[in-house]
């Protein structure tokens, strides 16, 4: 499996785009980018995914760069209720979810 | 949907005792998995199963025991708690759809043990 690096913490002020990096550097070409985010001691939350082409959904966007070694996960507008710790998983299907120690983001009124 | 549902939510145990955590979920999927997070760390892979009848060691196995008792549940047994299990235990189970995985996480429960 991949290994990540993604920063310990971040700050974001309300109504701002979050833009929270992601280095997997060891990636396969089989593996897909998860993201993944816990907010205070609740269960993980899915929030997006993707294998090589840029990805949006109702809650994010995410952006690979072309050599798959780094992502970036975009929450447009982000607001209190973002406050939460991200997880960015690279995953080949059938293998297991290991979750690294994420970034923790604090939105700023 | 319920989702996954754990139980208890709450639990102190003194060391040495032992007790069973319990996992179901309701959405038919293959594959079910036991975490641990410490307080300040991600979450780290007990054990899982890939399908009913079959159970993996994951990253801390140690301590622990695992029955998958049938496709919906999926249980954590603790033979002789230790202060070191002190911890939040999150269940999850996985739906795999053109290849795609996720996980869907139980609300956790909350062990100290004295």
């Known amino acids: 499996d991949a290994k990540t690096t993604q920063p310990p913490s971040m700050d974001c002020a309300e109504g701002r785009a979050a833009n929270l990096p992601c280095n997997h550097s060891?990636?396969?070409?089989?593996?897909?980018v998860y993201w993944y985010r816990q907010i205070h001691s609740q269960g993980p939350q899915y929030i997006i995914h993707g294998l090589k082409n840029n990805e949006t959904n109702e809650m994010a966007s995410l952006i690979i760069t072309e050599d798959r070694k780094s992502s970036t996960l975009i929450l447009p507008h982000a607001t209190l209720r973002d406050t939460a710790v991200y997880y960015c998983i690279p995953l080949w299907t059938g293998n297991q979810f290991y979750f690294g120690t994420g970034t923790s983001l604090t939105v700023i009124p | 949907n319920a989702g996954v549902t754990q139980t208890p939510k709450f639990q102190v145990l003194k060391t040495g005792q032992s007790m069973t955590l319990q996992c179901a979920q309701d959405m038919n999927h293959n594959s079910m998995y036991w975490y641990r997070q410490d307080p300040g760390m991600g979450l780290r892979l007990i054990y899982y199963s890939a399908s009913e009848g079959t159970t993996d060691k994951g990253e801390v196995p140690n301590g622990y025991n695992v029955s998958r008792l049938n496709k919906r549940e999926f249980s954590l047994r603790l033979e002789s708690a230790a202060p070191s299990q002190t911890s939040v235990y999150f269940c999850?189970?996985?739906?795999?759809?053109?290849?795609?995985?996720?996980?869907?996480f139980g609300s956790g429960t909350q062990l100290s043990v004295l």
């Open positions: 060891t990636i396969s070409g089989n593996e897909y």
């Open positions: 999850a189970s996985s739906s795999r759809d053109l290849g795609v995985e996720k996980l869907f």
